[in-house]
């Protein structure tokens, strides 16, 4: 039984998983607005509303804990320089999903995942 097991496998061992996670997280901070499968942009929101909440803190631990999930250090400054002092009123729920045209190759359900203004 599954019971307390939060998160899905995506078929994929778990270091590949986690590299997945860091470079989607990384690119949604990056451009603000990226387009996935459905069961990856629920994984991704999770974390990407963390990053988000580590920058509204500001704390140079905080800036430590995003350092190691985002791959990129100017994605970082970004995050706590652009992003974050944007949300400062609001509690959570800074992304949004979006249903698209599924994927032509395999059909796939696609979603864009973006951060809300």
């Known amino acids: 039984m599954r019971h307390k097991v939060a998160g899905?496998?995506?078929?994929?061992?778990?270091?590949?998983?986690w590299?997945?996670?860091r470079n989607q997280v990384t690119a949604l901070l990056a451009y603000e607005k990226i387009t996935t499968t459905?069961?990856?942009?629920?994984?991704?929101?999770?974390?990407?509303?963390?990053?988000?909440?580590?920058?509204?803190?500001?704390?140079?631990a905080s800036r430590r804990q995003a350092l190691s999930l985002i791959t990129d250090k100017k994605v970082v400054?970004?995050?706590?320089?652009?992003?974050a002092p944007g949300?400062?009123?609001r509690v959570g729920g800074y992304t949004s999903l979006a249903k698209v045209a599924p994927r032509l190759g395999d059909?796939?359900?696609?979603?864009?995942?973006?951060?809300?203004?």
């Open 8 to 17: 899905q496998k995506l078929s994929r061992p778990t270091q590949h998983r």
């Open 19 to 21: 590299a997945l996670y």
């Open 38 to 60: 459905e069961a990856k942009a629920k994984e991704v929101r999770s974390l990407a509303e963390w990053m988000i909440t580590l920058g509204k803190n500001g704390s140079l």
């Open 77 to 83: 400054e970004k995050l706590f320089n652009e992003i």
């Open 87 to 89: 949300y400062t009123d």
């Open 107 to 117: 059909n796939a359900p696609m979603i864009q995942i973006q951060l809300l203004k």
